[in-house]
């Protein structure tokens, strides 16, 4: 039982580009979240899925794009990659608390 | 979700008690207290969570005021390996929000030898 799981671990991007960031969880939970925290701050929702097939916006969901196509993954997209998006992604998911991933770090440049 | 103040540090030396306070005076009926914490680059940790009793788990202790609008989150013998920042969330956990979190900025604890 390896919880929740993202990939990759750490990403340069060169703004413009695009790139995926995968969360999978192995729990059987139905609510999955992406959140982003930068430095000095607390982690703030960018989308969240209380299902398979179906997203929400968070608190800050512009520049981002998520699909939940399986139960078990959800997935943060970034179409084009801005300085601003520079920042640690935690990805969790929920029975009764939620659980959370080790991050992702991404610097875009 | 109510909206709550926590001291932005505080120290503690190794094997004594942490206690961590939380105001929450806004608090509606049926909001829970939730504990969580991050160490050092690390996603989240649930700690505990309670709605008006006390409550105790393995790892803390969590003791909410009677007119529930504050609450202490109490580590019985802190170790350097508690040293983390500490979130104290009110929420109900059946909102409209997919029962998201509202993290604010916690209390960084020290734990010093």
């Known amino acids: 039982n390896a919880g929740v799981t993202q990939t990759p671990k750490f990403r340069v991007l060169k703004t413009g580009q695009s790139m995926t960031l995968l969360c999978a969880q192995d729990m059987n939970h139905e609510y999955m979240y992406w959140y982003r925290q930068d430095p000095g701050m607390g982690l703030r929702l960018i989308h969240y899925s209380v299902g398979e097939g179906t997203t929400a916006k968070g608190e800050v969901p512009d520049g981002y794009n998520v699909s939940r196509l399986k139960k078990q993954n959800f997935l943060l997209g970034l179409e084009s990659a801005a300085p601003s998006q520079t920042s640690v992604y935690f990805c969790?998911?929920?029975?009764?608390?939620?659980?959370f991933g080790p991050g992702t770090r991404l610097l875009v440049l | 979700d109510a909206k709550t103040t926590q001291p932005p540090s505080m120290d503690c030396a190794e094997g004594r008690a942490a206690n961590l306070p939380c105001n929450h005076s806004t608090i509606s009926g049926n909001e829970y207290v939730y504990w969580y914490r991050q160490i050092h680059s690390q996603g989240p940790q649930y700690i505990i969570h309670g709605l008006k009793n006390n409550e105790t788990n393995e790892m803390a202790s969590l003791i909410i005021t009677e007119d529930r609008k504050s609450s202490t989150l109490i580590l019985p013998h802190a170790t350097l390996r508690d040293t983390a920042v500490y979130y104290c969330?009110?929420?109900?956990?059946?909102?409209?929000?997919?029962?998201?979190?509202?993290f604010g900025k916690g209390t960084s604890l020290l734990v010093t030898p």
């Open positions: 969330i009110v929420r109900v956990p059946s909102s409209n929000s997919g029962y998201a979190l509202n």
């Open positions: 969790a998911s929920m029975r009764e608390t939620q659980y």
